[in-house]
């Protein structure tokens, strides 16, 4: 009889992650059922549950606007496990949500891996004992949250990150450009101000005036062109609308975002996965972030770390600039964009910097596919600990 898994992501990046994972748990056993909450991504290989499209929130205040429906989204998946016999919960990111969950599956005794860590080295950190007592199995994508989990009691693996696999594209600058209508001798910027419509909102404008600021000084008689990749749960009028009385132009692009920073000179990226995403393709880029007032006074008192940007985090230094806040002006990034534009020597240091943030995601990493059955992407060795999971808990029943 084919395995029955229970999957939770609430995040656009999570929905990544959980897209490749299932496509993996597939290839091990094509009869097993997914079901529980995901995005496009995740149902497009055959999650049937709940779309988290629009329950995607960031910022400590910002949830109470999602939360009635986010109360919703727990009860009917609460109902689901009660409902339905799992031999497994996974849980993906989106923490607050999913360590609530993952009490509900303890009471069931259903055992629970959690991919893809909540930030515990960053803030909160003392959600990780509450994780000891509710995960069955953590798997971690840094190297460096191996150990912290393993000194707290949990049972840890660390099997590097999906997307040194996942965030590649495969054409080269000229072929990009051509795909997406790009003039070969365009300046290009691509923005990249998140993946919910209140992260849009916040970061669009203050990009887009940036990247005319760009256009203006630039000089030598060259125009800038900005290169937009949005989602699928991103409406073309909800677009339509900021992007009114841009100074400007702007190309949407639907589908196709590695083939778009691959396309572009800069970027200018709000915080997240997006970050790491664009490094692991090679654009240099200025992030940018900015939350609400209160948001963001709370999150100073919480957060314990230098960087907010995966990249640099990764790194342990500052490899691309980070405007947060009020510095996340329009004047500011266009001087970290025309920087980065117009000296050499500062494109180097950046595109080195990403090569050994390359180096960090695989340290320590199990080997690839050619040296062994514990080889292969982070996807496929999640997949094989999941499994591993499930027979170790139904042999101990028995």
């Given amino acids: 009889m084919g395995k029955n898994i229970l999957m ?15 496509r993996a748990l597939k290839r091990l056993a094509p009869s097993v059922s997914i079901k529980g909450m995901g995005g496009e991504k995740m149902m497009g290989e055959g999650l049937t549950g709940i779309d988290s499209t629009r329950l995607s929130v960031v910022g400590i205040v910002e949830v109470f606007s999602k939360f009635a429906g986010i109360i919703k989204a727990f009860s009917r998946l609460k109902r689901l496990l009660n409902d339905e016999k799992f031999d497994c919960v996974v849980l993906i990111d989106y923490p607050d949500f999913n360590l609530r969950f993952a009490a509900e599956a303890k009471k069931k005794g259903v055992p629970v891996v959690y991919y893809i860590s909540p930030q515990v080295w960053a803030w909160r950190k003392k959600r990780i004992y509450r994780i000891a007592r509710l995960v069955d199995r953590m798997l971690v994508v840094f190297p460096f949250e191996e150990p912290i989990y393993r000194e707290a009691g949990v049972q840890v693996e660390y099997i590097g990150h999906p997307l040194t696999t996942e965030a590649v594209c495969a054409v080269t600058k000229e072929e990009a450009r051509q795909e997406l209508g790009v003039a070969p001798d365009k300046t290009t910027v691509a923005i990249l101000p998140g993946s919910r419509t209140e992260e849009i909102k916040r970061h669009i404008r203050p990009m887009l005036d940036a990247v005319a600021l760009v256009s203006e000084r630039l000089g030598g008689g060259k125009s800038v062109e900005a290169l ?11 677009l339509g609308e900021l992007l009114k009385g841009s100074r400007v132009t702007v190309k949407v692009v ?7 920073l691959r396309a572009s000179d800069a970027a200018v990226v709000s915080s997240g996965t997006a970050t790491l995403e664009t490094a692991l393709i090679g654009t240099p880029m200025v992030i940018a972030y900015i939350l609400s007032p209160i948001s963001y006074f709370l999150a100073r008192m919480l957060v314990g770390v230098k960087f907010i940007g995966l990249p640099n985090i990764v790194a342990g230094r500052s490899v691309v600039p980070e405007l947060i806040q009020k510095d996340a002006t329009a004047e500011n990034i266009a001087r970290e964009l025309l920087d980065i534009l117009k000296n050499p020597s500062r494109r180097k240091a950046i595109l080195q910097g990403y090569e050994e943030i390359k180096r960090g995601l695989s340290a320590g990493a199990p080997p690839d596919s050619t040296n062994g059955p514990d080889g292969g992407s982070a996807p496929e060795r999640a997949a094989r600990a999941v499994y591993r999971l499930i027979e170790a808990k139904g042999v101990a029943a028995d």
């Fill in 8 to 22: 939770i992501s609430g995040e656009a990046s999570g929905d990544l992650h959980g897209s490749s994972l299932i």
């Fill in 228 to 238: 937009l990749p949005a989602s699928s749960g991103i409406e073309d009028g909800f």
């Fill in 254 to 260: 639907r589908k196709k975002t590695y083939t778009a």
